[in-house]
C-alpha cells in the first residue's frame, strides 16, 4: 500500500517561493497517483483568498495552480478554521473547495492518518 | 500514533512554536534546535508555555545548541545528541519539522 | 530502518550543518539513507562555487564529500535548482548560461524522486528554515 504524504502550507502567496513549491510537491504527488494531502494553516490560508490579483506583482496566478489539484486527483484539501478566523476569513468565501477544520484537535488527528508529513 | 515536531525558529521572532503548541497530539513531542532552544530562556513567556505542559508533553532540546547558546535547561526536558535525534526520528511515527 | 533526508536550506544555514550530522548519525547507527532530496534554498547546498573563509567550516564540501563516500543519492530538484542558478553542464547549455556549478556528487531531477524516496522510506525527515 503506498505512503500518504500530508502537506502542511503556513506561508502567504506572495512572500516568496513557499507557496508556490509546496503545491508543486503535491501536483507532483498528484501526478504519481500518490495518497497526498494538503493542509493550508496560519498565512497559508490567505492563498485561499479570492478575487486576488497577483498580475499586480508580476507573478503567476496561484488560484489555477489550486484548481489543478482536482485534475490530479488531490481531494484531501483541508483550511485550519482557526487560522481563517484569524485573518477574517471564513469558509464560504475562499477560492477553492476545502475541509474545514474548525478544531485544533481537528489537525493533530488529521497529521495522525499520514505517514509523512511536510511543513512548509 | 504520534508525531516528533521540530522547531529550529526563535519563538520570539516567529509563531511556529505557538502554532505547534495549539495542534500538539496528546502523544506528541517536540524537539527544539537552533534558534527554538531560546524557548527555553528563563523568566520567559514561551519558557512558561512549555512548562505548563511539562507533565503531558516530552519536550526535547539538541544540546549543541542549548550548549551554544548558554541555555539553562529545566530538570523537565532532555538533551539529545545527534544519534539521540535519530533514535527519536525512530521513536515516533513521523518527523514533522516546522520549515 | 530507511530514512529519506530532504534538506530546504542553503549550505550556510544552520539547518544544512545540522541535515548533515544527522545523516551521518543515521549511517553510524546502522541505518539506511534512500536518498537525499535537496529542494527550495537546499539546492544552494549542492552547488561547487561555494567559497567559504577559511576559519568556517564548507558545509557545501562537507556534503559532497559524504555523498561521494557512502555513495548516496544525492538528488537535486531541477525546477528549484533552475530558478535559483544551480545547474549542471547539460542545463547550462540549454539555457546558454555562462557556466555550470553543480558539484559532481549530485544529479538534477524532478520531484517525483522526493516522491518516490518517500515511499521507499520508513522516515522521512526534512531540514530547513533556520
Known sequence: MAKSLLVISRQAPWSGLSARESLDIVLAGGAFDLPIGLLFMDDGVFQLAQSQAPSALQQKDLTANLKALEMFGVEDIYACGKSLAERGMFPGNLNLDIRHLPQEQDISELIDRYDHVITL | ?99 | MKFAIAVFSAAHAPSSRRALLFAQAVLAGGHEIVRLFFYQDGVHSASGNIVAPQDEQDIAAQWQDFIGAHQLDGVVCIAAALRRGVLNEEEAQRYQKPAANLSNSWELSGLGQLHDAAQSADRLICFGGQ
Open chain 2, 1 to 99: 500514533m504520534a508525531t516528533l515536531h521540530v522547531l529550529s525558529h526563535s519563538p520570539f521572532a516567529d509563531s511556529r512554536l505557538t502554532s505547534c503548541l495549539r495542534l500538539l497530539g496528546n502523544k506528541d513531542a517536540l524537539l527544539l534546535c537552533g534558534d527554538a532552544t531560546y524557548a527555553l530562556a528563563q523568566a520567559t513567556a514561551p519558557l512558561q508555555a512549555l512548562e505548563d505542559r511539562a507533565g503531558r508533553l516530552e519536550v526535547y532540546v539538541l544540546s549543541e545548541d542549548a550548549q551554544a547558546r548558554n541555555v539553562t535547561l529545566p530538570g523537565w526536558v532532555k538533551s539529545v545528541d545527534y544519534p539521540g535525534f535519530v533514535e527519536l526520528s525512530i521513536r515516533y511515527d513521523r518527523v514533522n519539522t516546522w520549515l
